[in-house]
């Protein structure tokens, strides 16, 4: 219900009760786990009031500053995906189609991630004839 209210004036809610729980509870020592519980809370504490002090820093810094960071951020999971997504077969196609659709042109006023795929696909059935036909040796 708070939430709800919260979002009507443009606030978003966070719940940090379950991850600060299981933080706290890892371990048995009952002083220890009191102790944790207040140092998190003076900390969320502390966050809140510095947030508005943080916002307006953000907003004031030049949009490429931001971009810069969140990609830095995303690091580790783009990393995650790469290796996930270029272990198997078809890699080639699978780069060529995150490729076409970073890039972002439309065609034919179609966006990019159809062009991606028809992309990632064509490149795929000639460039990578081997993982086909391993492909339709499984089926």
Known sequence: MTSTVAAFVGAVSTCLTGPVN?????????ARQYTA??????LAVLCGL???AVTRLMLAAP?????????LAMLRVLQGAFVVAFQGRF???ALVTFLVT???????????????????MV????????????ENAVT
């Open 22 to 30: 299981a933080i706290i509870s890892a371990n048995d020592d009952r």
């Open 37 to 42: 519980g207040v140092i998190a809370g003076t």
């Open 123 to 134: 490149v795929s059935l000639l460039l990578e004839r081997a993982d086909w036909r391993a």
């Open 63 to 71: 949009p490429a500053f931001i971009a810069a960071l969140a990609g």
């Open 91 to 93: 890699t080639l196609g």
């Open 50 to 52: 510095v947030a508005p």
């Open 102 to 120: 970073v890039a972002g042109i439309p065609v034919l006023n179609i966006g990019a991630p159809f062009w991606a795929l028809v992309a990632g």
